[in-house]
Nanobody
């Protein structure tokens, strides 16, 4: 079973950038499709981005396409999310997750989750 820990969240002004990292332990993440989700106060958890086991294919929510990039380093057992041109509506707790399914976009297909990291974008 894999354990996931996110880092890199914080407060940033609109238009700025942040890079989130997810460090895995307990099992190699090369066994899993990986994803990032986010949850704003009072809203459901929503899909942000996903990447295949090898890292050769990715998927993004329409709201972040062209601004966010997901990538992974299986040798370091990490997955990251580069977020550029941030908007106030990107404010949320961001979660890293691992799935046996490739490029899954629904939370219930991810059995393993990190604790989340807060991202706040000020206007």
């Amino acid at each position: 079973q894999v354990q996931l820990v996110e880092s890199g969240g914080g407060l940033v002004q609109a238009g700025g950038s942040l890079r989130l990292s997810c460090a895995a332990s307990g099992r190699a993440i090369s066994s899993y499709g990986m994803g990032w989700f986010r949850q704003a106060p009072g809203k459901e958890r929503e899909f942000v981005a996903a990447i295949t086991r090898s890292g050769t294919s990715t998927a993004y929510a329409d709201s972040v396409k062209g601004r966010f990039t997901i990538y992974r380093d299986n040798a370091k057992n990490t997955v990251s999310l580069q977020m550029n041109s941030l908007k106030p509506e990107d404010t949320a707790v961001y979660y890293c997750a691992a799935s046996y399914v490739t490029l899954a976009t629904t939370p219930n297909t991810y059995p393993f989750w990190g604790q989340g990291t807060q991202v706040t974008v000020s206007s």
